[in-house]
């Protein structure tokens, strides 16, 4: 008692270890199958999906690697230029700009991406980017044939031949051509450039090569979305990757932007440079043409005169008021380089057209600074300009600003220019009074002088417009990339297809399919193999199991032939548990059927019957399936009279029965087969047959033919007292247990039971240990039969257990 308890509340239940175990062995190769199908499957997907690959490129931005000028340049030039250069750059609108449509343009341009090679393998078609032994130039393509596959196939070492499909065209194209000359077609204008010699020759007409045309817009976008830039935090560095099938083309394609971007950076720059040069070489013309014409004027004066020398008496009046007329002209300059500055900015021209008188005449240090802050506004502007629209919120922002210093400007402009003015008015009262002290001197030194003194004035400015235009050419060299280039593009690998991702994936996808499989097995197609299996399914008694034996088909009568033999050890089961199956005294009827045919029904009925007749019981065999009789064949008997002949009348019950090679068991064969076979069953003949073999026979064997197929065997059940439905493993299927409880609840019948037939030895291994241990009989290797149905069996009760041996020495 304490046992069952103990097995009952054990958390592991050895039945459903057994179940799974079952499962796996009868299902594992599902899964091996299927492994074995993800493996090669994974692995034909990868192999001709296309490699993509990673390269990178890293940028520096404001690398301050540019010429420091300012000990040549005076402050007010190079001090412009010096903020120019440390002006921060804003990198989220580098990152715009490197990923502009017109800077990716100008780097397409470069390369030669309208054209993609491949070479067709067996399995896969891989594309190329170097060695194709030709190189196509499309001048002019239609658009029906933009990313259409042509075959291209080299002929010999002067032709070659092209073969495509026009989209919604049936036909091939064939067009032939020449290496070096157009081919001018509707469709397209190309030349081929031959790139192989002729030892090549042949090698290269066994490879099928295929050509793609591409738009150049479907290029541009295509690497725009493929580029990503990328700014490591608390840095000035930008890293820019591009993913291609090809790595060398990313290399390269990375390696032109950077160096277009590169340029890019430079032109406004370098404009500005040329402007400032231009306005001082037309400056410097006009002063030249300027001081010619005042030497030759003096010279006249001179020669009209006749003056060889100046007195030295007014030496001092005139310096002073050479001095003074510097200083004059000096502020006029300034005041004009205002009025340019503030045209300017009213006007709100672009940076390229900024006045350079500004950074020539005006000394003061807040104009200089605010200019050189609005220039590079300005130019921060017009880069932003280029990834964003007018309505950007940053944009607007930036302009706001750009108008706030503008006023400032303008209201400081206006200031300075009032204080130059009065600076020019006292400037004029200190010459009219040297002019004054001059007036004393003789009138022809007072004319020489005005004209030296003019002389002067210019030939100092022609000095400084030369110093300035020294000045630029030298800030020139020094305008150098503010960006450099800290790590060339280079290849990072592979990034897509993830392989190892795609054969886990695969792998797992062909677990569940397997898993899948198994379990729709197990539900719908797992057949019945075990005694254990077939009693967790119903409720009905299962009354035993007949082992597999090698030659049943060859041996109907086994028990005969072999009495120790397993299969009659099964045999010898049921009949124990037949005898508890009674509810009656008396005669028994075993009505025995199947769901299909081939289930083994007609061989448990010869063996049933035989081995109750061997315990003494006088056993008769009715052969009832007059559709496919074959108990006569069993026995090897001739069916001359039978069932049929005793329903018509031509014979006798006594007549009909025939003794067996079988002490005790009698046979009435189904006679010769009528042609209406179940309306013979249903004859009220049949229940005298019935009631003759209760009257003379302990036991009535009744074989029926298939209730699945035939409905004879509903009609002779109802004559049974006992009704056994057999099952073969190989046909034991859930629907066969489902159909034999639909027809027991239909008609209510009494005392049915399962005989599970076809089980294999291995499964019964304990008990025929169990049996050679006890009885000796030399039995190893086969199961249990302790517990059969609801009935029991003689495998835990000592008395039982003396029953059994005394009907198995019988």
């Known amino acids: 008692m304490k046992q069952g308890q103990e097995k009952q509340g054990s958390i592991v239940n050895l039945s459903d270890i057994s179940r799974i175990w079952s499962i796996v062995r009868k299902n594992w190769w599902i899964l091996v199958i299927m492994l074995i199908i993800s493996f ?24 301050n690697d540019q010429y420091n000028s300012s000990s040549l340049i005076t402050d007010n030039y190079g001090g412009f230029y010096g903020n120019t250069y440390k002006t921060y750059i804003d990198n989220s609108n580098e990152t715009r700009v490197l990923r502009s449509y017109d800077l990716i343009e100008k780097a397409i341009a ?28 499309a001048q002019t393509i239609g658009t029906s044939l933009y990313e259409v596959p042509i075959k291209f196939k080299v002929l010999n070492y002067n032709e070659f031949e092209l073969t495509y499909t026009k989209p919604g065209a049936t036909e091939e194209s064939v067009k032939k051509g020449s290496f070096g000359k157009e081919i001018v077609d509707p469709d397209f204008k190309i030349s081929v450039t031959r790139l192989f010699s002729k030892e090549a020759e042949e090698s290269i007409k066994r490879i099928e090569y295929v050509v793609q045309l591409h738009q150049r817009n479907t290029v541009i976008s295509r690497y725009m979305n493929s580029l990503v830039v990328t700014n490591p935090e608390y840095t000035n560095i930008l890293q820019l990757s591009v993913n291609d099938e090809i790595p060398e083309r990313a290399v390269t394609f990375l390696d032109t932007l950077a160096q277009v971007y590169i340029e890019n950076s430079l032109t406004s720059r370098l404009d500005v440079n040329k402007n400032t040069l231009f306005f001082i070489e037309r400056q410097m013309e006009e002063v030249s043409s300027i001081l010619s014409n005042i030497e030759d004027t003096m010279q006249r004066y001179k020669e009209d005169k006749a003056i060889l020398d100046l007195q030295k008496e007014g030496d001092g009046y005139f310096n002073k008021l050479s001095r003074y007329d510097a200083d004059k002209n000096s502020l006029r300059l300034q005041v004009e380089a205002l009025n340019d500055l503030e045209n300017y900015i009213i006007a709100d021209k672009d940076p390229e057209f900024l006045p350079p008188s500004i950074y020539v005449n005006v000394t003061d240090n807040f104009l200089l600074k605010s200019t050189s802050e609005l220039y590079d506004m300005q130019i921060r502007l017009n880069d932003a300009m280029i990834s964003a629209t007018p309505d950007n919120f940053a944009i607007r922002q930036f302009k706001t600003k750009i108008l706030a210093l503008k006023k400032n400007m303008l209201t400081y402009i206006g200031n300075s220019r009032l204080a130059t003015h009065q600076k020019i008015e006292d400037v004029e009262v200190q010459i009219q009074e040297q002019i004054g002290h001059i007036k004393e001197l003789p009138y022809k030194q007072r ?37 450099k280039v800290i790590e060339t593009a280079r290849p990072m690998g592979i990034v897509s297809p993830d392989k190892p991702r795609i054969m886990y994936t695969f792998v797992a996808i062909g677990l569940v399919i397997g898993l899948g499989i198994i379990v729709i097995r197990v539900m719908l197609f797992s057949r019945i193999e075990t005694y254990e299996q ?16 090698p030659t049943a088909t ?22 124990t548990n037949l005898q508890f199956m009674a509810t009656n005294q008396g005669p028994q009827v075993i009505v025995i059927t199947s769901n299909g045919p081939g289930e083994g029904k007609t061989f448990c009925s010869i063996n049933i019957a035989a081995i109750l007749a061997k315990a003494g019981k006088k056993v008769l065999l009715l052969e009832l399936d007059l559709h496919k009789p074959r108990i006569q064949k069993g026995f090897k008997l001739e069916a001359d009279v039978g069932i049929s002949t005793i329903v018509i009348g031509k014979s006798t ?48 064997i009744v074989d029926t033919p298939p209730v699945g197929l035939i409905t004879d065997a509903m009609v002779l059940m109802k004559n049974g007292d006992i009704n056994l439905f057999v099952l073969n493993t190989k046909f034991a299927y859930r629907d ?14 009494n005392n049915f039971g399962f005989v599970l037939n076809g089980v294999k030895r291995r499964r019964n291994k304990y008990y025929y240990n169990r049996y050679n241990y006890n009885y000796q009989y030399g039995y190893s290797g086969y199961g249990s039969y302790g517990s059969y149905g609801s009935y029991g069996s003689y495998g835990d009760d000592p008395g039982r257990r003396k029953k059994k041996s005394k009907d198995r020495s019988s």
């Open 40 to 63: 090669f499957s994974a692995y034909l997907y990868s192999y001709k999906i296309t490699d993509i690959y990673s390269s990178s490129l890293q940028l520096l931005l404001k690398s």
């Open 110 to 137: 470069r390369l030669n991406f309208d054209v993609s090679y491949f070479i067709v393998g067996r399995i896969r078609t891989q594309e190329v980017y170097s060695g194709v032994p030709f190189r196509i130039n």
């Open 447 to 483: 004319g020489l002088i005005n004209i030296q003194r003019r002389l002067k004035v210019n030939e100092d400015m022609y000095i400084f417009l030369l110093q300035k235009r020294a000045n630029t050419i030298i800030s020139r060299a020094g305008i150098v990339p503010e960006t």
């Open 534 to 549: 077939l009693k967790a399914i119903t409720h009905l008694p299962v009354v035993g199991d007949v082992l597999l034996y």
């Open 554 to 575: 060859e041996l109907v009568v086994a028990v005969e032939h072999d009495p120790k033999s397993p299969l009659a050890e099964s045999f010898r089961t049921i009949r």
């Open 653 to 700: 019950i006594p007549e009909s029965i025939k003794s067996t090679q079988v002490e005790n068991l009698d046979v009435i064969l189904s006679g010769p087969l009528p042609p209406n076979p179940s309306e013979m069953i249903l004859n009220p003949r049949m229940l005298e047959i019935f009631d003759f073999a209760r009257e003379h026979y302990e036991y009535i």
């Open 736 to 749: 066969a247990v489902r159909n034999a409880h639909e027809i027991v609840a239909l008609n209510k019948f």
